[in-house]
């Protein structure tokens, strides 16, 4: 790009000197250096249960720097006051899928159809808009497990990422990985001719192709490695899924698996991967046996409500199931499986519409909000730098009228969402203004 005119903005000038002077653009400086302080009127702590009241939350360069009742507030620092709310750490969906929604009008919510009618690019900006969504409802952590094109997950993460837009953290995983046509059944003439399974599914049969698989979703910026255990016939044996353990884990990655039969559970539960996807084909012996073995469990927890599907019968048995789990100590996570829409309702607003299934399973309200935060960033592998509230930690966090301890509904009212120290939404209202920017603030070298 040529520097021509006459006038340029700091920003315009750093851009085309970018390669020759290493300058921060505008305003990350300032901000990286601005102290903010937010006075907590509740303070929840998922982990142990309990709310401190009237905290005092530092937070600088994107991080919390000091929590406690009488942490002195420094001179010029910005004071946010959430004093009348509970400040609360943010929440994590492990099951989403942020590039694609499936729709009645045109296509009956029939996906495959909506592989063939939206392109990938259509699809990266549905996935950032659904991203926002989810923020604004209180979700700082989305894993994005798949059917997302031709790797907009990828996209959406180092748009986020690198500071263009905002948008909770994504752990994603590329495409899914299965045995030829992953979930779809295709004519020969639309899988042979014209490849339409790739690239909503990446075939691999033989070992040879594992791995490759694994390699090729890592070289396009997975996070983690999602699978199809058992959606043909020809599903993966124990060995294959321990080949996919370990190739992941060369680059420090873990396995998820769809599982839909109980025979394919059983094996992906024998291979050790990292966490099941469903929960349809679960039952006691095998949640004793995920128990054992600390296998997180991603269901799909559908209410029956005016807008799902989801028949009595269907809901009574997932509701059973789900206390059986809990019953049985597995490591429950929060999991939808969002990847449709629903006239009148936001990613967000649907996503948390989930949490009626697990108060009808009686579970104690404290617990789904450890199970919504905790168990959420250890799957999504994030505990050690970014959820808990504490020193040191990625500056996220959400506020609500209620204590969502006491009533999970409270949840359904986010006021307040603070992404990486920079605030989303204030008063219930969204201001993303500082998440927007025309270049790579944080690094065009995050991938
Ligand atoms: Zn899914």
Not at 53 to 71: E, K, P
Not at 138 to 151: A, E, H, L, Q, S
Not at 252 to 262: A, L
Not at 317 to 345: H, K, Q
């Amino acid at each position: 790009m040529r520097c021509s005119r006459p006038v340029m903005s700091r920003r315009a000038a750093i851009f085309c000197c970018a390669l020759t002077i290493a300058l921060p653009p505008a305003g990350v400086s300032a901000q990286q250096e601005a102290i903010t302080a937010i006075r907590a009127g509740r303070l929840v702590e998922p982990e142990t249960g309990t709310t401190a009241v009237n905290q005092i939350i530092l937070v600088q360069g994107g991080q919390i720097t000091a929590v406690g009742a009488d942490v002195p507030i420094p001179a010029g620092a910005e004071v946010i006051d959430l004093s009348n709310l509970t400040v609360s750490p943010g929440l994590v969906d492990t099951h989403n899928h942020l590039a694609l929604t499936y729709k009645m009008e045109p296509e009956n919510n029939f996906y495959y159809l909506t592989y063939v009618l939206d392109s990938t690019p259509l699809r990266a900006i549905q996935a950032a808009s659904n991203g926002m969504q989810m923020l604004s409802a209180g979700f700082t952590i989305v894993r994005d497990m798949g059917n997302n094109g031709n790797y907009a997950d990828t996209a959406l993460r180092v748009a986020i990422e690198q500071g263009w837009i905002p948008g909770p953290t994504i752990i994603n995983s590329g495409l899914i990985i299965g045995g030829m046509g992953g979930q779809f059944w295709p004519t020969p003439e639309m899988a042979l001719d014209h490849k339409i399974v790739y690239p909503e599914y990446l075939d691999a049969d033989t070992h040879d192709e594992i791995v490759k698989a694994v390699r090729q979703n890592i070289l396009f910026g997975a996070k983690v490695i999602k699978i199809c255990v058992d959606c043909k016939p020809y599903g993966y044996s124990v060995e294959d899924m321990k080949l996919f353990v370990a190739e992941a884990a060369n680059a420090g990655m873990k396995v998820e698996g769809h599982i839909q039969t109980r025979e394919g559970a059983r094996r992906a539960i024998e291979a050790g991967l990292w966490s099941l996807a469903h929960d349809e084909p679960l039952d006691d012996e095998l949640h004793k046996m995920m128990a054992e073995k600390g296998i997180f469990r991603a269901g799909t927890e559908t209410p029956a409500t005016a807008w799902s599907r989801t028949s009595q019968e269907a809901f009574e048995r997932r509701v059973e199931l789900l206390r059986n789990a809990y019953d049985n100590g597995v490591n429950l996570t929060f999991s939808t499986d969002a990847d449709y829409y629903i006239p009148g309702m936001t990613r967000g607003e649907l996503v948390i519409d989930f949490i009626k299934t697990w108060q009808a399973a009686g579970i104690p309200d404290a617990k789904i909000l450890e199970i919504m935060t905790i168990n959420g960033y250890k799957c999504a592998e994030t505990y050690d730098q970014r959820g808990p509230i504490r020193p040191g930690m990625a500056a996220d966090m959400i506020a609500v009228p209620g204590n969502p301890l006491e009533d999970i509904d409270a949840l359904r009212d986010v006021q307040f969402v603070m992404k990486d120290g920079m605030v989303f939404k204030r008063d219930g209202v969204v201001t993303p203004e500082v998440f927007f920017n025309a270049g790579p603030v944080n690094g065009w070298r995050i991938r």
